[in-house]
C-alpha cells in the first residue's frame, strides 16, 4: 500500500530556514508527480509546490524564490528545502501523490517572529 511519511517539521524564527522529507512506500516512485501542501490554522489546504516525474518544478506565488522542491529516486524521497521563513508559513506541512490522492500524515511547521 502507499505509503508517505513526513518529516523534519519544527519551531523556527522568522529568516530561518528547514528541510522537509518525505520517504515513500509501495509504489514505483520515480513514476509519480509529487507535491507538497500545507494548511494553516482556519484554513483551506493550499499547493506550496510540486514536481513531476521528470523534475519539473512549479511553486506557488507566496513560496517563489524561497522554497526549493527535489526528489531523489533512488531514496524514493521528495524534499521541500525552505528559506528565509515567514511567521505566514506556519502551517501543517503535508506530501501528496496526487494519482489516487495520497496524503503523508503531515509535520507541523511554526515560524516565529
Known amino acids: 500500500q502507499v505509503q508517505l511519511v513526513e518529516s523534519g517539521g519544527g519551531l523556527v524564527q522568522a529568516g530561518g530556514s528547514l528541510r522537509l522529507s518525505c520517504a515513500a512506500s509501495?509504489?514505483?516512485?520515480?513514476?509519480?508527480?509529487m507535491a507538497w501542501y500545507r494548511q494553516a490554522p482556519g484554513k483551506q489546504r493550499e499547493l506550496a509546490a510540486d514536481?513531476?516525474?521528470?523534475?519539473?518544478?512549479n511553486y506557488a506565488d507566496s513560496v517563489k524564490g524561497r522554497f526549493i522542491i527535489s526528489r531523489d529516486n533512488a531514496k524514493n524521497t521528495v524534499f521541500l528545502q525552505m528559506n528565509s521563513l515567514k511567521p505566514e508559513d506556519t502551517a501543517v506541512y503535508y506530501c501528496?501523490?496526487?494519482?489516487?490522492?495520497?496524503w503523508g500524515q503531515g509535520t507541523q511547521v511554526t515560524v516565529s517572529s
Open positions: 501528496h501523490r496526487y494519482t489516487g490522492s495520497h
Open positions: 509501495g509504489f514505483t516512485f520515480s513514476r509519480y508527480a
Open positions: 514536481i513531476s516525474s521528470s523534475g519539473r518544478t
